[in-house]
């Protein structure tokens, strides 16, 4: 079996994604023998090397600004730090403290990090930082980091822009993305031809890497569900679910653009409709909000549109004036309506010159499979 390099990209609470990645990657048997990552990359890169990847789930669930920073000024904020709310407390405190205090975090690792699993497991182990002394990137494995100061470094690898920096035998470091947030080189230097990237977003430098017979596998979060300091529990939830999921399609395991089909079904419905038909289905499934974060047989996902478009045409009466704003799915509705002959009123015209490529799509699947009862298809 090929043996893989898993390097985890910093990016605050965007980083539970990793942990949806991770599950994944052990649901399809992925042998992973080294991690590397940088800020939140790093910290959950060494829960995951120390076998504790349900315990950072639990983690993760339960997280609160409260743990892992401690102001006073701060105790009141809503749990998206962020926040356009909360952005003058968040800058007063800083500037006040010189950085926010970290000391919570601190606690959070040591009770959760376990230095002697980490040293002891099969999987390698490395993270970034950045030498305020030196003013270059730290990178090191966990050979090379003495015994007893892995927090420290992880504390390093994680300290923010804002954040008080972290200090290490005298010498200042703060959060490794300014020079180096995915650190996939650090695992092409170890020879590995296999290699995972995964970007959930984070602000921070990647690094453009010279590919010279590699297997580079990049896992990309594209959804803004949640910020850097978002410590939403249901945004959370659904982050881990968009990684594990995202993982599972980057490996050919399921298809889907912005919906999930197992893939013998997938391919069952590829032998009887197009590319664009199905495309169009999931465009509409979207369009009317149905949940992204499951996995689909495509008649299900079909059916599930038609019913919510029947319902949703029978109610639709807004704005039916020709200076009045649609929504997405009013125009969705609409256009459907126009090309199955049944809405031929001035409106009609001008959307059809005037509409969306996804909305058309998504409107030519939904005529497909109804017949002129608005009953469903099935071909």
Known sequence: MAEYGLALGGGGTKGAYHLGVWQALQDMKIDVTCITGTSIGAINGAIIVQGNAKDAINLWKNISISNVLDTEELKDISQNLFDIKNIFKVFYAAY???????????????STIDEEKIRNSKIDFGLTAYSLDKLEETAVFKKEIPEGKLIDYLMASSSLPGLKSTTINEKKYIDGGITNNIPADMIMNKGYKNIICVDVGGVGIVKDLQYSGTNIINIKCCEKIIGHMDFNDESISKMMK???????????????????????????????????????????????N??????????????????????????????????????????????????????????????????????????????????????????
Not at 254 to 278: L, M, P, T, V
Not at 290 to 301: A, G, M, Q, V
Request: charged fraction near 25%; charge should be positive; glycine fraction near 6%.
């Open 96 to 110: 006040k403290s010189n950085g926010l205090e970290t000391a919570p975090l601190r606690k959070l690792l040591e």
């Open 242 to 288: 968009l990684g594990y999921f995202d993982t599972l399609k980057s490996f050919d395991y399921i298809k889907g653009y912005n919906y999930n089909f197992n893939i013998s079904d997938y391919h069952k419905a590829r032998i009887k409709y197009s590319e664009d038909i199905i495309i169009g289905i999931e465009n509409a499934a979207q369009i009317f």
């Open 290 to 379: 149905i949940d992204p974060l499951k996995l689909y047989r495509f008649d299900t996902l079909k059916d599930a549109v038609v019913a919510v478009y029947k319902k949703s045409a029978q109610n639709n009466t807004e704005n039916s004036s020709l200076n009045g704003k649609l929504s997405d799915k009013q125009l969705l509705i609409r256009l459907s309506q126009y090309m199955t002959g049944k809405n031929l009123d001035p409106i009609a015209d001008k959307l059809i010159k005037g509409f969306k490529k996804n909305i058309y799509f998504a409107a030519n699947s939904i005529v497909y499979f109804s017949d002129d009862n608005g009953q469903i298809n099935k071909p």
